[in-house]
């Protein structure tokens, strides 16, 4: 037990259908949780994750916890911003690390705590990624929370030089009708067939492609 917790994720974001059973698996261990999609929301208390979060938080709110905590799918300080799991599948990756660092007010900056490498065969689509990238998240989190307060002093400076990755947008999704499918099969597998599904353009028209798994 480590006190009051808050989980933070933004209202749509697709993390949200794991969050219930997570704040269910907490629940034995005594610890009085609270979850919400507003950052302005967040309760004073011991511990705050951010996940599938995009707001950015001010001092006045990191101050309400001890420690405020993002999972975020990249080597930091490499791979800083938006989106990093689709980025990386994009640049063709199947080694995807993933940590669990302190909030800062500088985004993306804080000390690392955890890291776990996810690791891919390059055939999962969307939601296989997803799957995974949640699984290790709440993982994370569990370790944090099972580990502590001893890692909280294993804790690590990033080091190295930065880079991000610029928000994605529609536009991003546009397929190639020249190029193969092969050649565009990242996209293909980054895509969701219902928020921001692949397209292409087409003799002045404008087609949408959806692609699953064949059960």
Same mark, same amino acid.
């Given at each position: 037990m480590v006190g009051h917790i808050t989980i933070v994720t933004d $209202?749509?974001?697709?993390?949200?259908?794991?969050?219930?059973q997570w704040i269910e698996s907490l629940k034995p261990?005594?610890?009085?949780?609270?979850?919400?999609?507003?950052? $302005?929301?967040?309760?004073?208390?011991?511990?705050?994750?951010?996940?599938g979060c995009e707001q950015i938080?001010? !001092? +006045?709110?990191?101050? #309400?916890?001890?420690?405020?905590?993002?999972?975020h799918a990249s080597d930091l300080p490499q791979g800083k911003g938006w989106s990093p799991l689709t980025w990386k599948i994009l640049n063709g990756e199947n080694q995807i690390p993933v940590v669990l660092?302190? /909030? /800062?007010? #500088?985004?993306?900056?804080?000390?690392?705590? #955890? $890291?776990?490498?996810?690791?891919?065969?390059?055939?999962e689509l969307i939601g296989e990624l997803r799957e995974e990238l949640a699984q290790t998240t709440l993982n994370l989190c569990n370790q944090f929370i099972e580990q502590y307060p001893r890692i909280v002093e294993e804790a690590l400076e990033q080091q190295g030089e930065s +880079?991000?990755?610029? !928000?994605?947008?529609?536009?991003? +999704?546009r397929i190639r009708p020249e190029l193969s499918i092969q050649e565009?099969?990242?996209? #293909? !597998?980054?895509?969701?067939?219902? $928020?921001?599904?692949?397209y292409f353009e087409l003799g002045g028209e404008t087609y949408i492609l959806k692609i699953e798994k064949r059960g």
């Amino acid at each position: 037990m480590v006190g009051h917790i808050t989980i933070v994720t933004d $209202k749509n974001n697709w993390i949200n259908s794991y969050i219930p059973q997570w704040i269910e698996s907490l629940k034995p261990r005594k610890n009085q949780v609270t979850w919400v999609h507003d950052a $302005k929301d967040i309760q004073p208390g011991f511990l705050a994750f951010f996940l599938g979060c995009e707001q950015i938080v001010g !001092r +006045s709110l990191l101050d #309400l916890n001890q420690h405020n905590l993002v999972v975020h799918a990249s080597d930091l300080p490499q791979g800083k911003g938006w989106s990093p799991l689709t980025w990386k599948i994009l640049n063709g990756e199947n080694q995807i690390p993933v940590v669990l660092f302190e /909030a /800062a007010e #500088l985004v993306d900056s804080g000390r690392i705590y #955890l $890291k776990h490498t996810m690791q891919f065969t390059g055939l999962e689509l969307i939601g296989e990624l997803r799957e995974e990238l949640a699984q290790t998240t709440l993982n994370l989190c569990n370790q944090f929370i099972e580990q502590y307060p001893r890692i909280v002093e294993e804790a690590l400076e990033q080091q190295g030089e930065s +880079s991000y990755y610029p !928000r994605r947008t529609p536009q991003d +999704s546009r397929i190639r009708p020249e190029l193969s499918i092969q050649e565009q099969f990242q996209m #293909l !597998r980054v895509a969701d067939n219902e $928020k921001y599904p692949c397209y292409f353009e087409l003799g002045g028209e404008t087609y949408i492609l959806k692609i699953e798994k064949r059960g």
